[in-house]
């Protein structure tokens, strides 16, 4: 049973406010991460949903196919990519709400306006503020599991490398989230 979210406003409404761009060509129908990236943006508190208003629109949302096997060709006219790699569409894998979270984390990078080509120990800091950002947002439970699939080596991207994850990250994991989750459990979130 997937969790009920708390909506801050319609698909309809964001539409609206995102008259040009990739974000009006997102359709459930076209797969799990643009059903994630609609959920995400219907979620997202009304303060950092302005700042995505702002700056959403200079991002290129790449959401290649598996055909693609990580390729990514020249975006034309963007220096600035939010990807979501092709095996989040794998669906004996990963649970919906882990595909949700994979996606409210790049969104984070944009609202926190991340710089992409930072050096490691800033690249990891801003790993750290992303997820706990995601974690204010309500996906709490989610981005634990997440986690903690990732430490154990069961990676969907190439992009995290768990045993680097900081030590105040899982202290924060640990600590201020401490919910009841069923590691063994690849397929829900649990309870």
């Known amino acids: 049973m997937e969790k009920e979210w708390s909506y801050q406003r319609t698909f309809r409404e964001i539409m609206d406010d ?35 208003r702002k700056y959403l629109y200079q991002y290129k949302l790449f959401r290649p196919p598996k055909a693609n096997l990580g390729h990514v060709d020249t975006l034309s006219g963007f220096s600035l990519i939010l990807y979501l790699d092709p095996l989040l569409e794998e669906e004996e894998d990963m649970h919906f709400d882990r595909v949700l979270v994979v996606a409210a984390h790049e969104i984070a990078h944009i609202v926190l306006k ?10 990891w800091q801003q790993e750290f503020a992303a997820w706990k950002r995601v974690c204010e947002w309500g ?4 981005v634990k599991k997440h986690l903690i ?43």
């Open 18 to 52: 995102f008259p040009r761009g990739d974000v009006r060509d997102l359709d459930s129908a076209n797969g799990r991460r643009d059903r994630a990236l609609k959920e995400v943006l219907r979620i997202v508190p009304a303060e950092d949903y302005q700042i995505l």
């Open 149 to 191: 699939f990732q430490k154990e080596g069961y990676q969907v991207t190439t992009k995290f490398e768990a045993h680097s994850l900081p030590v105040e990250f899982e202290r924060f994991l640990n600590d201020e989230l401490n919910s009841s989750i069923d590691v063994n459990d690849k397929n829900g979130i649990g309870s």
């Open 114 to 123: 991340h710089d992409y080509n930072a050096e490691m120990k800033k690249y």
């Open 139 to 142: 996906f709490g439970k989610e």
